[in-house]
């Protein structure tokens, strides 16, 4: 079983920056891939950025390319999301997400989650 704890939630003004950190646990983190999604009120959870288990291969969603930077720390067991530019279209829960490293990116669903980590951007 692999455990997720997302840190690092925040009010933000529109054009600043906040930096996401995921802890896993319970199992080897090198055997896993990692994703970051976000739920925004009122609607459905959406992928924002994933990283396959080597750290050699990433993809974010259109709506935050440019601007969110996805990492990890095999030998810390941490996953990152750094946010530059945020926008009030950014604001909501996020949430880390764990898989097997057999999936490489995943960006639907998964079978390990985070309880999630509120960010506020204000206009």
């Known amino acids: 079983q692999v455990q997720l704890v997302e840190s690092g939630e925040g009010l933000v003004r529109t054009g600043g920056s906040l930096r996401l950190s995921c802890a896993a646990s319970?199992?080897?983190?090198?055997?896993?891939?990692m994703s970051w999604f976000r739920q925004a009120p009122g609607k459905g959870r959406e992928f924002v950025a994933g990283?396959?288990?080597?750290?050699?291969?990433?993809d974010y969603a259109d709506s935050v390319k440019g601007r969110f930077t996805i990492s990890r720390d095999n030998t810390k067991n941490m996953t990152y999301l750094q946010m530059n530019s945020l926008k009030p279209e950014d604001t909501g829960v996020y949430y880390c997400?764990?898989?097997?490293?057999?999936?490489?990116?995943?960006?639907?669903?998964?079978?390990?989650w985070g309880q999630g980590t509120q960010v506020t951007v204000s206009s």
């Open positions: 997400a764990a898989d097997s490293w057999r999936v490489t990116i995943f960006r639907t669903t998964a079978p390990y």
């Open positions: 990283i396959n288990w080597s750290g050699s291969l990433v």
């Open positions: 319970g199992r080897t983190f090198s055997t896993l891939a």
